[in-house]
């Protein structure tokens, strides 16, 4: 089952004169693509091919959810559109195939390349075991493949793999060690769990935290204030807080003129 996913990457980007980062032994090739890493957080998709069949529209959504729910969640990327590409389409052009899921190229050497990257749907001719299990193998081929866009290549293919998993080496080699060795990588063939069950290891957030940046601290805006209610006359209306509302403790007859003070030491929008 692991080897579901068969990657196929053409081209190898880098033959000679590997430029390694600052403080990368030279013995440590593997896990990204430095030059395929994007400038950006944030990277448009399109779908080459979507359709209105049930099964089209459910696995464009699970694969849109997997990536929300890892790559996204733990860095600060965002993919962002989501609708049919056109010809001008920037960033990750998906072909929905019933065929091997693959990337042509790794990270930012995606951008605008007409089926770039292909996903699986219906698993008739590949995957077959998939076709019992859609949503946790189009979730876990989307984790793995968007892993691929933004520049992780196989974690077998590192030279400090055990032997067993360097055997099942394949596509394109990473260049800089971003991590030590990573058998739960979603990146790797050998991990015991398929595609990590789709779920990023620990030291797959600590990659993508280093290339992209930690989620940022979403802004908690403090909107303590006093509410007040007062008649035209400036009687005060007595209320009471009542679940996520205010009740009157009084009742008024209908058409009765009143306004309501909201008092806090900051300005805000209501
Ligand atoms: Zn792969």
Same mark, same amino acid.
């Given at each position: 089952?692991h ?11 880098? =033959?000679?004169?590997?430029?390694? !980062? ?5 013995q440590?090739?593997?896990? /990204?693509?430095? $030059? ?10 399109c779908?080459?091919?979507p ?19 890892? %790559?996204?969640?733990? =860095? ?5 559109? %989501? ?5 001008? $389409?920037?960033?990750?052009? @998906? ?6 899921? +693959? ?25 077959? =075991? ?10 876990? @081929?989307?984790? +793995?493949?968007?892993? +691929? !866009?933004? $520049? ?41 769990? %398929? ?25 908690? /805006? ?10 035209? =006359? ?15 403790? +009084? ?9 309501i ?5 900051q300005?805000?929008?209501?």
């Amino acid at each position: 089952m692991h080897r579901l996913v068969h990657c196929i990457l053409w081209g190898t980007l880098l =033959s000679a004169g590997v430029v390694l !980062a600052p403080g990368v032994e030279a013995q440590n090739r593997a896990v /990204v693509l430095q $030059s395929a890493v994007w400038d950006t957080h944030e990277i448009p998709v399109c779908w080459e091919n979507p359709a209105d069949a049930p099964l089209n529209g459910q696995g464009r959504q699970w694969t849109r959810e997997a990536v929300q729910e890892t %790559w996204e969640r733990y =860095s600060q990327l965002r993919f962002t559109g %989501w609708q049919a590409c056109t010809t001008q $389409s920037r960033g990750i052009h @998906i072909r929905i195939a019933d065929e091997g899921p +693959h990337v042509k190229r790794l990270g930012k050497y995606l951008d605008g390349m007409p089926d770039g990257m292909v996903v699986n749907f219906t698993f008739r001719r590949w995957g077959l =075991s998939c076709a019992e299990t859609q949503e946790y193998c189009i979730k876990g @081929i989307a984790t +793995h493949e968007f892993g +691929h !866009a933004v $520049s992780f290549a196989h974690e077998q293919n590192r030279p400090d793999a055990p032997a067993e998993c360097r055997a099942e080496r394949a596509g394109t080699d990473g260049d800089v060690l971003v991590t030590p060795y990573d058998l739960s990588s979603v990146m790797n063939y050998c991990n015991p769990r %398929w595609v990590g069950n789709g779920k990023l290891s620990a030291l797959d957030i600590v990659a993508v935290q280093k290339l992209y940046g930690a989620p940022r601290q979403e802004q908690v /805006v403090d909107l303590a204030a006093t509410m007040r209610f007062e008649l035209a =006359s400036k009687a005060e209306m007595p209320a009471r807080h009542q679940g996520r509302g205010y009740a009157l403790t +009084h009742a008024y007859p209908s058409g009765t003129q009143f306004q309501i003070l909201i008092t806090r030491p900051q300005p805000a929008y209501v």
